[in-house]
């Protein structure tokens, strides 16, 4: 069998499996998957989609600033959605802000997920002391609101590295945001592993000899994924909430590459002034990328749960 006539063979196992079935008559998980699907792809393409490039000063003119959108008396269909106070448009910003808060808040999950899976799996499989230490260490996490949390990473991360290039700052934010959503990742997965080690195939992997690294990521991993995925699909939008909260704070993501949470703290100035489409409008991207990524993680849990099928 080619390696292409497999791939068609497992296209059309999938679209007779439930996972399918499901999604297609769940008309919220199909209108969520649309709003996501548009969302990502003007973030990912948007220096081919975006009618300006809001970040590049040469193009900017004072003169544009504040701005109403093209529906509105004084409008410019140049800016369908309008300017900030620097003459950006909107909907531009829009677009690259989006892409921002996404990688912030994919790259924080995936690093907090394999954190989080990593420990869980040493937790549930060894047991004993390592399992208590690594659990108290989860209590104490959990103990404090994860905002706290990633306010005091970013201020050691920015206090340690000062003049930190944009890059840096990145990742310091999304190490901040990644420590504190590793806990749910290791206490779903040790639950998990807890109840798989004591199964009669991985038994049978000890008995014939088999090394105990090798049966946690060989045999208990892959029977362990399906409520990390679930997680994961749930936390991206929690991430993405985090980050722009950071970020109306002041300590998010820098300045020359603002993100949607940037963006709402620069138009909360000229909210109660007129100017409402400056911060009504990221506001509003922010709502939607949450929201539609929030319903397809309650669609996803409900299809892999077998009890509701």
Known sequence: MTSMSAARLRMALFLDGDLWYSFKHSPTAVVASIIATVCIFCAVFANW???HNPFDLATLDLIDSRLPPAWIEGGSTKYLLG???QG???LSALMYGSRISLLVGLASV????LIGVGLGLLSGFVGGSVDAFIMRVCDVMLSFPSILVALLIDGIGRALFPNAHDTLAFSV?????ALTGWVQYARTVRGSTMVERNKEYVQAARVIGVAPVRVMFRHVLPNVLGPVLVLA??????AIITEATL???GVGVPPTSPSLGTLIRVGQDFLFSGEWWITIFPGAMLVLIAL???LLGDWLRDALNPRLR
């Not at 699909?233 to 929690?238: F, M, P, V």
């Open 49 to 51: 989609i975006a009618p």
């Open 83 to 85: 300017t900030d106070d």
């Open 88 to 90: 950006r448009d909107i």
């Open 110 to 113: 995936a690093l907090s997920m």
């Open 173 to 177: 934010l999304v190490f901040a945001i």
């Open 233 to 238: 699909t749930i936390q991206i939008a929690g």
């Open 247 to 249: 970020s109306f704070l």
């Open 292 to 294: 539609s990524v929030n």
